[in-house]
């Protein structure tokens, strides 16, 4: 990029009065060199001038508290994705844990491996479970949602 364009994207800035001293100089010195850049640094300054005429937007005066509560809302919200989640693994380590009850107990009572069997036994049960799990996390969310 060029010293000219790099000065060029300077001019909004300097036309709204935003640069720093160091900045400002170099550009005004470029105005006086560049009758291009002059001419819009005049475009843009007349631009400024009649945005810094219209009226300010007043804000409504609980916005800062609308603003805190859906803050707040989102991080509860983010915390009980993570408790979910917890709970998730909790349940996930409880449904393996059955399993393993259940194969043992199997084993014990059948005195054989039965591989099949103890796959039907305990993979049924740990879906099941944790397809409840997330059932009532999606309802809990969607419950969330609605409220908020």
Do not use: K, N
């Not at 790099?6 to 001293?21: C, I, K, V």
């Not at 219209?54 to 603003?67: E, F, H, K, V």
């Not at 989102?74 to 259940?102: D, I, N, T």
């Amino acid at each position: 990029m060029t010293p000219h364009e790099t000065l060029r994207q300077l001019l909004a800035l300097s036309a709204a009065g935003l640069l720093d001293a160091a900045d400002e100089r170099r550009v005004r010195q470029h105005v006086r060199e560049c009758a291009e850049c002059a001419a819009a640094l005049d475009d843009l300054a007349a631009v400024s001038a009649d945005l810094c005429r219209l009226p300010a937007p007043i804000a409504p005066a609980d916005l800062l508290a609308r603003t805190e509560l859906r803050v707040a809302a989102e991080l509860s919200a983010q915390a009980g994705l993570r408790h979910g989640a917890m709970l998730a693994v909790g349940a996930g380590l409880f449904a393996w844990m059955a399993a393993l009850a259940v194969w043992g107990l199997y084993r014990f009572l059948t005195g054989s491996a039965g591989w099949l069997a103890w796959l039907v036994l305990t993979t049924v049960p740990a879906y099941l479970a944790a397809g409840a799990v997330a059932v009532l996390f999606a309802s809990r969310r969607r419950l969330e949602r609605s409220v908020l």
